[in-house]
């Protein structure tokens, strides 16, 4: 059984090694972590894929068993969970807007004054709210991932793109540069392979901050 020992690498490298040793043709792995952001990242990537994952905690470590087994099983709970979540707007849509995806990297519109620049990207979000159809996914780094935690004032904006099908995720590096990670309310946390995997697939991506 092949291990990979991704302690001490950033995000999103232990997710790589992980993959590239998946589809590469190991069928069993062992994989060395030694934080939560890569945890996660990699049990994510497993639940996705239908891979079997089973956790150990070791000294000052955690040993991820990975099985590549992808069951005729996980295919069919997982699709229709997935299909419930796209709303009818979303399904309407043209395939070119339905690509569309905002990269948002600061918390302030602007540069200048911060209250001004905090009115006008509570304002900015507000408006995509009001404009159809809605994008595809809203991506949050560096200090935009403040924006959907705990005390934005977007966060009724974003929850309502969200039950409208909009992808909205924060990455869980500027989380815990932050130390915000546990008061995220909107969306899910994503890694760096994630985000440019988004980005190359869009065909409309824009970027604010």
Do not use: W
Request: aromatic residues 6%; negative net charge.
């Amino acid at each position: 059984m092949n291990t990979i020992d991704a302690r001490k690498l950033n995000c999103p490298q232990p997710l790589i090694l992980t993959k590239n040793a998946l589809e590469g043709g190991q069928n069993e792995i062992l994989v060395l972590i030694d934080t939560d952001t890569a945890k996660q990242n990699i049990l994510k990537y497993c639940n996705k894929m239908g891979y079997e994952a089973e956790l150990t905690e070791q000294d000052g470590h955690t040993v991820i068993k990975i099985n590549k087994t992808l069951s005729d099983s996980s295919q069919t709970t997982i699709a229709p969970k997935e299909l419930s979540n796209i709303s009818e707007t979303k399904i309407i849509l043209q395939e070119a807007d339905k690509k569309k995806v905002y990269f948002i990297g600061t918390n302030l519109l602007g540069s200048g004054s911060e209250d001004l620049g905090k009115l006008l990207m509570k304002g900015f979000i507000y408006t995509i709210t009001q404009v159809k159809p809605y994008p595809e996914a809203i991506i949050f780094l560096n200090s935009g991932v403040k924006l959907a935690c705990e005390n934005s004032d977007s966060i009724d904006d974003l929850n309502k793109l969200l039950q409208a099908g909009t992808k909205i995720v924060s990455c869980g590096t500027c989380l815990d540069f932050y130390q915000i990670k546990d008061k995220l309310k909107v969306g899910e946390i994503t890694n760096m392979y994630d985000i440019v995997e988004t980005i190359s697939a869009s065909n409309n991506v824009v970027s604010i901050g």
